[in-house]
């Protein structure tokens, strides 16, 4: 059974920073997209199996995919959270690698709330 389960949530003030996990099982293009209150999903950022990494221009230099195989985990490092990056953050996999477009993924997680305060 295809089970992606994210964690590492919370609630940050301005500028502060989070790491969201991912367990896989075993998926190596995985995506992170989010989704702010009352606003369509958005793509964030994707990894492919190589390792090539994908992000949206909103988080560009301040958000970092990293994996660690072994256990099947991936990770979304937010750094310099700004209020409008609150949303409902979900991984997704088993889709177009690299993809940052919802509709191509067929897993997805449960999500987990970010919420960053000014």
């Known amino acids: 059974q295809v089970q992606l389960v994210e964690s590492g949530g919370g609630s940050v003030q301005s500028g502060g920073s989070l790491r969201l996990s991912c367990a896989t099982s075993?998926?190596?293009?995985v995506a992170w997209f989010r989704q702010p209150p009352g606003k369509e999903r958005e793509g964030v950022a994707a990894?492919?199996?190589?390792?090539?990494?994908e992000y949206a221009d909103s988080v560009k230099g301040r958000f970092t995919l990293s994996r660690d195989h072994a256990n099947n985990t991936h990770y979304l490092q937010m750094n310099s959270l700004q209020p409008e990056d609150t949303a409902m953050y979900y991984c997704?996999?088993?889709?177009?690698?690299?993809?940052?477009?919802?509709?191509?993924?067929?897993?997805w997680g449960q999500g987990t709330q970010v919420t960053v305060s000014s």
């Open positions: 997704a996999a088993g889709g177009q690698c690299l993809s940052l477009t919802s509709s191509e993924y067929n897993y």
């Open positions: 075993g998926f190596t293009c």
């Open positions: 990894v492919d199996f190589l390792g090539n990494t």
